[in-house]
């Protein structure tokens, strides 16, 4: 098992890596809840990154495309978020999250 985590963290970016290693420590002393919600942080970090580089205009695009979408998995896709920076996709995503 250790193993297996070592090659997750050498493949982990910057503050992902701090997530992940925060989270095997809290695994490893039975906190499972909160390895859970580090593990968490991890990947929306990830994700956040991919979405910086690949762009924002290119998310606002498939976000258009998918509210478009009448059937299927994304049938009921209906936000059209306009956004410009990581704190634009945070705030955004935090209002849909809590209403």
Do not use: P
């Amino acid at each position: 098992m250790a193993t297996q985590l070592g090659k997750i963290l050498e493949k982990a970016i910057d503050d992902e890596k701090d997530y992940l290693q925060e989270a095997i420590g809290c695994a490893v002393h039975g906190f499972y809840r909160a390895s859970i919600i580090l593990a968490w942080n991890a990947a929306i970090h990830r994700m956040h990154k991919v979405l910086e580089q690949r762009g924002f205009d290119e998310f606002n695009k498939t976000c258009a495309e998918l509210k478009n979408i009448k059937d299927g998995i994304y049938k009921r896709f209906d936000k059209n978020y306009v956004v410009r920076s990581i704190n634009d996709l945070r705030q955004q995503l935090l209002i849909v999250t809590y209403y």
